[in-house]
């Protein structure tokens, strides 16, 4: 094509702009080659004249289609440059609100600074499972791209995250993860998922800080390996860090800070854990207050320093490790304030030894105090011959210490991740995995240091991977459509990468000038112009000697040289090393600070580590670039820009240029004949190889064969070729257009001109008439008006004279007589002002005088009087506080057994000085005499006189007290009186009040009749709902039961495998039998109980709750001062044991006499014998009855008694044997009585074990009565104590303490009557379980009883076979017998398949089964009813477990459960499921059992058995919806396809067309229709089924809709319309109407008829909100954003029009999800359906294998 085809009247062209970068104009007139230049019209109606270079003839770029502007994929443009892209993203931020771009397989994401509602669960169900391109572009396409490519191809996959600072990458490799988090969750209870989620707090917390463009930065580059098993779970993860900016622990630029962890620890340093680490707020420490503000906007840190701890603990990480991470952290904060002072010299320096921080710092690390001082003012010089020890400048030590803290830090941070490693770490194989890299992207800024250098060298390792890559699916994609294939030539950046890594390159230098002892950063800058002034990649700037030039791929960059060599030495001396690994610190805790610090060889290979995902797996393709924009606190801005810089910088542009290269736009054969048809000629549409039409078209239309291509199954054109063609349809539209609009514009006003010639001359001749009649009537009024005005202007002028004039007059008077007084009053004014100033002045004075000295008094006696109410307040709180009254109870029981021992060392001293005092009693005696003599002699008496007198002023005190006490009392006996009063008075109230409101509401019902009607509307509406709310809640209970039932048969299965060796099994614990629990009744387990219950009750309500709750805390008290008793009292029964046993081995060594044991024993064996005697005639003729009482006997005494059995069962064997003889004589024969007497010794030793255990309880029980004597002697004591205390306290405080007392007292007592009454009713519940279980034994024992009866009459009944049985009518009852229930179930159910009983009774398993049930009702067999009723729905659960996936196999199980469910209730006897019964039917009921519990639980079943239908519907059915109600013409013709970039290009995408149509869909359906129908289903559970298939058909299509730019478009919208008509037909004709089916489809209706409507004035936005009440206010504005015009004539919807309609749906009260969920089920009903099928007319087929199966 010619330049003056393409250069034409109304194209639009790019111009480059200064301030926008790139500027649209349109051209005005066509260019021709030669023109000096373009006549160019801007969009502000400005024209211009651009020049042309006529020696390059370099042309503006042109601007694509319209109709191609806002592409979800940019290689999708026909015309493929940098303003094409910019124009593309800007459309798709600024108009449709969307952050995400394809460009091929990169995804370009705008940062709009806001939380946006598509990151929801909902979007990742929503995009999981589907084909890249098929949906709007998203991070979840990328991610689902990367999952299923990893689960087809098995390889290893990996996306890498770029871009500049803010960006968001960090937020997008999160959601990455989230969604390989929920798609690929963990098949075990670990948690591996959480834990991966929860390693990101950590990271933040310690890898990122606040820049100057973003508030969370992160300042390393990261690399997590997300593990998966051969099933694709997350197993583990690995993370890999690289390029931490350890510089930004030591400095910081203004307005930004250090890292999060620092603040979070300081902004929680006043918890108690911290108080060791002496921190106090962050601008206290010079490290984290360099930049200024230290606070971020809308940030809490201490709220994300809990986050950060929790996510430690979450991860494994110990208290004791997180404290010492801690401390390190606060000995760095400690190192940096440091005070450094420099000697007078200048070449030295010192810290003070009394500098606190850094005491805390080594402290911390646990390091010498005084080495540490030292090496950090002095580093250590190693020559050859010997060592010397140099001081340090002041620059040196800051930065030593500075080196010191940054390699601390980098350390930990190894650590920190290492441990995370570990935490992820799993056992399991893994099998694939896939990688998400966030690395920085390619950095510039006004000064680039040696940090901007190493993240730019690894985006150019990076960048050219990737253009490889991009290279290689360009190759792969022509190859596949068998495309020759020429080599396209691609920017290559290894020049750039050599210049940099190569030998004698710029880190080669730089690691040489380290090297030399003393090399600077201007000689190795030197170095680097002299080796690569050559270099096209080098340049050094005009102006400077320092710094140096190296051209990226992205741009130009030009770095300072300064301080290149001492942050790659990143020097720490080794003394500081040594100093720390001689810490005293934990060596777990601390190895990682004693590791050898990192050399730049260690730092390249962490920047050569990121050369390319290869090391870790194969790279997937598809990258992740995001772009930087400027948005302000409320107005999101486009900064083009700062977007062209990121464009260039993330290798966009570059990808855009190996596409266009080659053939970017490609069109399937039948997408481009929908198109471009109307370009063809009726012959050529007439042919049927489409393939073969296109080929012709284009080779008619483009001359130049190279500018398309051929391929299998797509056409491939070179860039601008598509616009090219739209151009052209453009061109034959319009002409046809302006054919169509001449032919009717001119009938139509053929049509208007006759129209208003004919109406033209009627108006002409009545305007005639009328004008002449009209100027006839105003000539006569003409005249009639003169004279009127003649007269009235007269009389008018005459008043108005005269009223002016009196006017005038009266003004005059009284403006005269105002002057005057004026006058006067302004002199009198004056004398006066001059009194009051005079009087005024002097009383201000005074009074201001007197203000200050009363203010001075108020001041005094206000601040006086604030003190004592300070104080008194003060002692209020203390006095009425708890914590008063516990801390007077701390240690009470130590203090009352160290009085006691005071008590007994008092009694020792006091029998001590007893015996003194009798020795010294006559010493007394003869000091009395002495000191009468000497009162004698002095008569000094005043001193007996004063001791006497202060004895009575005691006394009168503690009468005072005592009286006081007394009226104390008195009064709290009067207030409890007036409070029961009181309380007597309030109940009588509360009576009189209970009878008026009943009074009031007899009255309201009699007065509101009607009122009340409508309130039982409303609420049964409510309850209604509140029902179905309910049903649903039960029903989705339901479905996680079949579930975890599932999962739990699975998993015994796979037990079952796995322990195939036999072994001992325990039994479960739920499985110990109610005997036991009954027959064993302990008090102390129910006390344990209760006391577990009480904890488990703490724990429940929460610890702070709990100890508001005075029960629980009292409950809880009192039973651990129980259990302080219990362990008392087995300690000391323990002592006494102890004691026994001694004692008894003392007595069996001593008690050696056995003659007189013998004579004893002897004694006893006759009186033994007699008994034995008595015993044997007694019971000679009891027979078995005697043998059962003597086995009766303990068990203990059995044993005893085991060596004269042979006596004992000798009398009980002679009626049974023979009776040879009475002779007692013969019981010696063989030796019996020395048994005998063995036994009777060892039954004499018995007794008397006997008797000491009886005295020992006897002991036990006193010493139990001295206890309780104690503890009712120590608390009285205790009462004694606390009644000396509140005599001490105030009359108030004594009254509070009393009733504190009281309520103690009443809440002790309630809580024994609560424990005694829990007791009880334990019992009782016991009690009536033992009466359950021997109910049961009994109705066992009858059942078994008439159960032989029956058979014993059974066996007489086939011994008679001559009588002849008399034929009976069939009842409808079927008998089997006990052992052929298995048969029953086998071939009845396991075995049955739908199509057996096809041609019988529908539901015939569910009759033949209930006539079973009848039979065990009427034979009154509970056992086999429940045991056939148990293997039914066992059964059922097997086959539709087997049959997991047969439609037709779990409708038929519906219907038939569903059938036996409505025949235990027709048959039950109930009479409200009786009513449509005959009388036959009636007679047919149950007569014995209630089986209301077997129908709750079929029931449930019921609902599995539905929802396991529905899902296998779901699962035929949800594969063909989109592509049906979508993408499928059913109206041919009408849709305009449009290029649709990415979409159908993904390359882990199937071969194979998978379109489905609506009749495909229909037929699905019919088919579920006739299956349902046939198994005899109930109508009302089929109305149900499709009511919910058609939910989820509409919520399918309406996220697809959602997520799809290329679906919403006014084609699409006719299509949806039509689809859904079809469907609402389909139901009509099945009748299904009513089923709701159609109202779950409006939101679809609504969606389609808003694709459809105008979208221009704010008529239309009301039509539209008026219209579109079943979708949400974001759906609405979703589908705005989304519409996209086919066609050059239809425009797009603007972004004031969307904003009208969020205006007027802002009273909306929408949820706030986007999508619509569908697996959302509507709760499923089983109305009562009863059947007209008597039991006595069913007739059982042959085919079904039940001859055992007898009719009775």
């Not at 969750?185 to 991966?196: F, R």
């Not at 005997?1075 to 904890?1095: K, M």
């Not at 109930?1578 to 996220?1599: G, S």
């Not at 139901?1627 to 089916?1637: E, I």
Request: proline share 3%; aromatic share 8%.
């Amino acid at each position: 094509m010619s330049v003056s085809e393409l250069y034409t009247k109304y194209t639009k062209v790019w111009i480059p702009d200064p301030d926008e970068v790139w500027r649209s104009g349109e051209i005005i007139k066509d260019y021709k080659e030669g023109d000096k230049s373009l006549h160019l019209k801007f969009e502000d109606d400005t024209i211009c004249d651009y020049p042309v270079d006529l020696k390059t003839n370099q042309l503006p770029f042109l601007r694509n289609p319209d109709i191609l502007v806002g592409e979800n994929d940019l290689t999708a443009l026909s015309y493929l440059h940098e303003p094409a892209v910019l124009h593309n993203l800007k459309v798709r931020f600024l108009e449709s609100n969307h952050i995400y771009t394809y460009c091929g397989i990169v995804l370009v994401a705008i940062n709009p600074y806001e939380q946006l509602p598509i990151y929801e669960q909902d979007v990742i169900y929503a995009y999981s499972g589907q084909n890249m391109g098929d949906m709007d572009p998203h991070i979840f396409a990328v991610a689902e791209e990367a999952y299923k490519q990893m689960a087809r191809d098995e390889k290893n996959q990996s996306i890498i995250v770029s871009g500049e600072s803010g960006a968001g990458k960090t937020v997008s490799a999160k959601y990455a993860m989230r969604f390989f988090a929920s798609v690929g969750g963990s098949a075990s209870e670990t948690n591996i998922e959480e834990k991966v989620l929860a390693s990101s707090p950590i990271m933040e917390a310690i890898g990122n800080a606040k820049t100057t463009r973003n508030d969370n930065s992160s300042r390393f580059g990261k690399y997590i390996q997300i593990g998966f098993d051969k099933r694709y779970h997350i197993i583990g993860a690995n993370m890999r860090t690289y390029l931490l900016e350890k510089s930004r622990v030591v400095f910081q630029a203004d307005d930004e800070r250090n890292y999060h962890i620092f603040y979070q620890l300081c902004a929680s340093a006043s918890l108690p854990e911290f108080k060791d680490l002496a921190l106090t707020c962050a601008e206290d420490f010079f490290y984290t207050s360099m930049g200024g503000d230290t606070t971020i906007d809308g940030v809490d840190d201490a709220d994300d320093f809990d986050k950060t701890r929790h996510a430690f603990t979450l991860l494994g990480v110990k208290e004791s490790h997180q404290m010492s991470i801690f401390k390190i952290i606060a000995s760095i904060l400690h190192l940096g304030n440091l005070e450094i002072q420099a000697e007078r010299d200048g070449d030295s320096c010192s810290i003070s030894k009394q500098d606190e921080h850094l005491n805390n710092f080594c402290r911390l690390l646990g390091v010498e105090h005084s080495q540490m001082e030292h090496w950090l003012c002095h580093r250590k010089l190693v020559t050859t011959a010997e060592t010397y020890v140099k001081p340090m400048s002041v620059q040196q030590v800051v930065n030593a210490r500075n080196a010191l803290a940054k390699h601390i830090y980098a350390q930990l941070f190894n650590w920190i991740v290492e441990h995370i490693n570990k935490a992820l770490h799993t056992t399991v194989k893994q099998h694939s995995f896939i990688g998400v890299l966030d690395i920085y992207g390619f950095e510039t800024f006004e000064v680039n240091s040696f940090e901007q250098f190493c993240i730019n060298y690894a985006n150019e390792k990076l960048q050219q991977q990737f253009n490889s890559h991009v290279f290689k699916l360009e190759q792969e994609e022509y190859m596949k459509e068998q495309i020759p294939w020429t080599l396209i030539d691609f920017y290559d950046n290894q020049p750039c990468i050599d210049l940099i890594e190569a030998k004698l390159g710029i880190l080669d230098l730089l690691d040489e000038e380290c090297k030399v002892p003393k090399g600077t950063d201007q000689n190795w800058a030197q170095k680097l112009y002299d080796r690569h002034s050559s270099s096209q990649h080098f340049q050094k700037p005009r102006m400077s000697n320092t710094s140096f030039i190296v051209v990226h791929f992205a741009d130009k960059v030009e770095y300072q040289s300064d301080g290149f060599l001492e942050k790659n030495r990143d020097t720490v001396y080794e003394e500081q090393i040594n100093i720390l690994k001689a810490s005293k610190v934990d060596h777990q805790n601390s190895a990682w600070i004693v590791s050898k610090p990192r050399t730049l060889q260690g730092q390249n290979v962490a920047i050569r580590g990121t050369n390319g995902a290869e090391n870790y797996g194969a790279v997937s393709e598809f990258g992740k670039i995001c772009i930087w924009e400027k948005a302000d606190d409320i107005v999101i801005t486009f900064d083009p820009k700062r977007a062209v810089q990121q464009l260039r910088a993330c290798g966009v542009l570059e990808t855009i240029r190996i596409s266009a290269a080659g053939y970017p736009s490609r069109w399937s054969y039948h997408d481009f004949f929908n198109r471009y048809r109307v370009l063809m000629k009726q012959r050529e549409i007439s042919k049927n190889d489409k393939k073969l039409i296109c080929k012709t078209l284009l080779e008619n239309l483009i001359k130049d064969p190279d500018k398309f291509q051929f391929g299998r199954t797509k056409i491939f054109f070179r860039a601008g070729q598509v616009a090219y063609l739209e151009k052209l349809r453009a061109d034959k539209f319009r002409a046809a257009t302006i054919m169509i609009q001449k032919t009717v514009r001119g009938w139509l006003q053929r049509v208007k001109y006759r129209r208003m010639r004919n109406a033209a001359i009627t108006i002409q001749r009545y305007t005639r008439g009328h004008l002449a009649r009209r100027l006839a009537d105003h000539l006569r009024k003409t005249r009639a008006a003169i004279i009127f005005q003649k007269q009235y202007r007269m009389l008018r002028i005459l008043r108005a004279f005269q009223k002016i004039r009196n006017a005038s007059i009266t003004i005059q008077a009284f403006a005269r007589g105002m002057f005057v007084r004026k006058i006067y009053h302004k002199i009198l004014l004056e004398h006066k002002a001059t009194i009051i100033q005079k009087r005024a002045r002097a009383w201000l004075a005074r009074k201001q005088f007197l203000r200050f000295k009363y203010a001075a008094v108020v001041i005094q006696c206000y601040f006086r009087r604030m003190k004592a109410r300070q104080e008194l307040k003060k002692l209020k709180i203390e006095a009425r506080s708890a914590q008063h009254l516990k801390k007077l109870n701390i240690g009470m029981e130590n203090k009352v057994v160290q009085l006691q021992r005071k008590i007994d060392d008092q009694n020792k001293e006091y029998r001590h000085l007893n015996e003194q005092l009798s020795a010294y009693s006559t010493d007394v005696e003869k000091l009395k005499k002495e000191l009468e003599q000497y009162r004698q002699n002095r008569g000094d008496t005043n001193q007996l006189v004063n001791l006497k007198k202060e004895i009575e002023s005691l006394r009168l005190e503690l009468e005072k007290s005592h009286s006081e006490r007394k009226i104390i009392e008195d009064t709290y006996d009067k207030e409890k009186d007036l409070l029961r009063k009181r309380v007597s008075d309030l109940e009588e109230e509360n009576a009189l009040l209970k009878q008026e409101k009943e009074e009031l509401n007899n009255r309201i019902l009699c007065q509101s009749e009607d009122e009340f009607a409508q309130t039982t509307v409303k609420e049964n509406l409510l309850t209604k709902k509140e029902l179905e709310e309910e049903r649903s809640r039960y029903q989705n209970l339901v479905k996680e039961y079949s579930r975890l039932e599932q999962r739990y048969d699975n998993l015994r299965d796979e037990m079952t495998i796995i322990k195939q060796t036999p072994g001992h099994r325990r039994n479960p614990s739920n499985q110990s039998s109610l005997e036991s629990d009954s027959n064993c009744p302990s008090v102390s387990t129910s006390e344990i109980g209760d006391t577990e219950d009480a904890i488990q009750q703490v724990e429940d309500v929460g610890l702070d709750k709990a100890a508001m709750d005075m029960t629980l805390f009292l409950k809880l008290q009192k039973r651990v001062r129980e259990l302080e008793q219990e362990r008392k009292k087995l300690q000391t029964q323990l002592e006494k044991k102890k004691s026994q046993v001694i004692e008894t081995k003392n007595e069996m060594d001593s008690d050696r006499d056995t003659d007189l044991a013998y004579n004893s024993l002897k004694v006893k064996n006759f009186g033994m014998r007699d008994y034995f005697h008595a015993f044997g005639a007694n019971n000679l003729l009891n027979g078995s009855n005697s043998l059962r009482g003597l086995l009766t006997f303990p068990h203990s005494l059995a044993i005893d008694l085991l060596p004269f059995f042979p006596v004992l069962l000798f009398p009980f064997s002679l009626p049974f044997i023979s009776s040879k003889t009475e002779d007692w004589g013969y019981l010696n024969e063989d030796g019996e009585l020395g048994l005998a007497y063995q036994g009777l010794k060892q039954v004499a030793r018995l007794l008397e074990a006997q008797l000491q255990d009886q005295r020992r309880e006897h002991e036990e029980e006193v010493e139990t009565l001295k206890t309780q004597m104690e503890t009712l002697r120590d608390e009285m004591e205790k009462q004694q104590q606390a009644f000396f205390q509140t005599l001490q306290l105030p009359p108030e405080a004594q009254v509070e303490f009393g009733i504190q007392q009281e309520i103690t007292r009443l809440t002790n007592e309630n809580l024994d009557l609560k424990e005694l009454l829990e007791k009880l009713e334990k019992n009782e519940k016991k009690l009536k379980k033992q009466l359950k279980i021997y109910m049961k034994k009994v109705q066992d024992f009858e059942a078994t009883q008439a159960a032989a009866q029956t058979e014993r009459k059974r066996h007489e009944l086939t011994r008679q076979v001559t009588v002849q049985r008399k034929e009976k009518d069939f009842q409808g009852m079927l008998e089997y017998y006990k052992e052929d229930e298995p048969l029953l179930i086998r071939n009845l159910i396991t075995d049955l398949k739908p199509q057996t009983v096809s041609a019988t009774v529908p539901c015939l398993p569910a009759y033949i089964l209930y006539m079973c049930i009848r039979h065990a009702d009427y034979i009154n067999d509970d056992q086999k009813v429940h045991s056939l009723l148990t293997s039914t729905i066992n059964g059922i659960k097997k086959v539709l477990k087997k049959h997991n996936d047969d439609f037709q196999m779990t409708s038929f199980w519906l219907a038939n459960t569903c059938r036996l469910l409505h025949c235990l209730k027709q048959y039950s006897g109930d009479t409200g499921f009786m009513t449509q019964n005959t009388a036959k039917q009636n007679e047919h009921c149950l007569k014995n059992f209630d089986l209301t519990e077997y129908r709750q639980v079929l029931s449930d079943l019921s609902i599995q058995i539905y929802q396991q239908l529905f899902k296998i519907a779901e699962g035929m059915l949800q594969p063909m919806i989109v592509s049906a109600m979508l993408e499928n013409e059913s109206i041919q013709g009408l849709s305009g396809v449009k290029p649709m970039g990415y979409r159908n290009r993904s390359s882990s995408m199937v071969d194979g067309d998978n379109s489905y149509s609506l009749d495909a869909v229909i037929r699905q359906l019919n088919t579920f229709h006739s299956i349902m129908c046939d198994q005899g289903l109930d109508p009302e559970i089929i109305q149900q089924v499709f009511k919910q298939l058609f939910y989820m058909i509409n919520a399918v299509t309406l996220n697809n809709l959602l997520l799809r730019k290329d679906v919403c478009s006014w084609s699409t919208g006719m299509q949806l319309r039509y689809n859904i008509s079809q469907l609402e037909e389909w139901l009509r004709g099945k009748n299904l109407q009513q089923s709701g089916a159609a109202e779950t489809v409006e939101p679809l209706i609504q969606a389609a008829q808003l694709l459809q409507l105008k979208k221009k004035t704010s008529e239309d936005a009301e039509a539209i909100c008026s219209l579109c009440t079943s979708l949400s206010t974001q759906q609405i504005v979703k589908i705005l954003n989304l519409y996209t015009p086919v066609n050059e004539f239809e425009e797009r919807v603007t972004v004031a029009f969307i904003r009208n309609i969020q205006a007027n749906l802002q009273e909306r009260n929408d949820p706030p999800q986007l999508l619509l969920d569908y697996k959302y089920m509507f709760p499923v009903l089983f109305p009562f359906s009863p059947s007209s099928i008597t039991m006595d007319s069913i007739h059982i087929p042959a085919s079904l294998n039940l001859e055992f199966l007898n009719e009775v």
